[in-house]
């Protein structure tokens, strides 16, 4: 697989920077990962979007979904246009109901899939998981802990596995999940003095560390940055919960997995 980070800050970008924006991509399957502010634009830097499979939103903080509304304009755009025929399966939670009945009304554009009614399948390291497929990428689901109820999400594909955290605060769930993930993608909010104020609900950079340590991840790379911090602040703190080598998500930097 192949991760390419389309937007990194949150809850607002730097200039000409996205927020939440990832896409994965096995040699058949391009699936994107949030749809924060300004990354439908840098997705089509990489890919044109009629060649999307898939795409997964982890939780409705407009950081995470604001540009779902541009890709359901340039989807329904190229059906009518007989560019496309397929729609894309798109993958959301449940809550808040207002948000997820609006966009699950967009028929014309995505294939809706509700995580929250998603049949818990396949165990993995003694959990059972809500388990689902794009392409040939399999997708199991994971409850965070954040101010919405949103999701992690581990991705298999061809004997490797790719953990992307979604926004939340540490869980023995999280940590059995994610255990020995090839690449980890984390959220990493703020820096020590923040602990506080993220506490339940966020991760700070050497949380992040500590939680991909846990879980014997081979490779930490965080994201999901405060616009007021340098990247390389966090990258230190993390470092040293991790005890090893981490990586802050640059816009545009391709990630193999
Ligand atoms: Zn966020
Ligand atoms: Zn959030």
Redesign the pocket.
């Known amino acids: 697989m192949k991760l390419t980070v389309l937007g990194c800050w949150?809850?607002y970008p730097r200039p000409g920077e996205a927020c939440?924006g990832y896409l994965l991509q096995s040699n058949t399957t391009n699936l994107m990962l949030e749809a924060g502010n300004g990354s439908f634009a840098e997705l089509t830097r990489h890919i044109h979007y009629t060649s999307l499979s898939g795409q997964i939103i982890t939780h409705f903080?407009p950081?995470?979904y604001a540009d779902i509304y541009c890709l359901r304009h340039a989807v329904e755009g190229a059906r009518r246009e007989g560019r496309i025929n397929a729609k894309i399966s798109l993958f959301i939670p449940r809550d808040p109901v207002e948000i997820s009945s609006k966009i699950a009304d967009y028929t014309e554009a995505f294939n809706i899939n509700i995580i929250d009614d998603i049949p818990v399948g396949e165990e993995i390291n003694g959990l059972k998981l809500r388990t689902a497929s794009a392409g040939d990428l399999k997708l199991y689901f994971i409850p965070t802990m954040h101010s919405l109820p949103g999701y992690a999400v581990l991705v298999k594909s061809q004997g490797k596995s790719f953990f992307f955290s979604g926004?939340t605060g540490a869980s023995e769930m999280i940590k059995k999940t994610a255990r020995d993930a090839d690449l980890f993608l984390c959220?990493a909010?703020g820096l020590d003095q923040d602990a506080d104020y993220l506490k339940n609900f966020h991760l700070t950079a050497r949380q992040a560390g500590e939680l991909a340590k846990a879980a014997n991840a081979r490779r930490l790379l965080i994201t999901?940055f405060w616009p007021e911090y340098e990247p390389h602040e966090l990258v230190n703190q993390a470092r040293s919960g991790f005890g090893g080598g981490v990586e802050a998500a640059v816009q545009g930097n391709i990630y193999t997995i």
């Open positions: 949150a809850p939440s903080h950081d995470h926004d959220e909010s999901h």
